[in-house]
């Protein structure tokens, strides 16, 4: 089952979210938008994400402790958080944006292109991690199965070595018949 990137989107305000959705509208991702930083780590709690788009400036709880929220959790300390802010080019935001673990402060306003090839880089990345783990556990589970066949090939070799009966020899030809075949053995 292939599973879609996400992008969560946080602003207080709607018509923000709306702007962002129109802005990624075409990409292999789905927004999923949310007006606070508190509901933000709600959404977190069931959905992974490829990437956050995070205003710095909301009422309660800001960007910021929102951002420092999320680096704190196991599970979601990896994604990467865009900060997208309406505050003037001050670069002390900017400085307290990257000490929490952001990836980028932009400031508004900036160029939706822009926003695009960033937001579809750490999708391509998401995706690409998701296909390296994927690939993993099949790895994992060949090496299970062959080590599984292995030893049925030793205890056949050492069934026939040792045989004295001709229930032994029967039991290391149906062993051997078994590996050959690709079937686990009993």
Known sequence: MTQVA?????????????ALEAILQGLPVQSVAVESGEAALKQLLVDDF???????????????????HIKR???????????LTAADRDAQLALRGYAVGA?????KPFDPWVLRAKVSV????WTKTRQLAAQSDMVRERDAQWRSLTDAVD???????????PDTVARAVTLLEQVRW???PD
């Open 182 to 184: 690709g079937t686990t």
């Open 155 to 165: 205890e056949a070799t050492t069934l026939l070595r040792a045989a004295d009966t």
């Open 103 to 107: 990836v980028d402060y932009l400031t």
């Open 122 to 125: 750490f999708v391509e990345l």
């Open 6 to 18: 996400k992008a969560l989107l946080v602003d207080d305000r709607r018509e923000n979210l709306m």
């Open 50 to 68: 490829a990437v956050i788009l995070l205003d710095a400036q909301m009422p309660n709880m800001d960007g910021f402790e929102t951002a420092s």
């Open 73 to 83: 959790r196991e599970r979601t300390r990896a994604v990467p958080i865009i900060f």
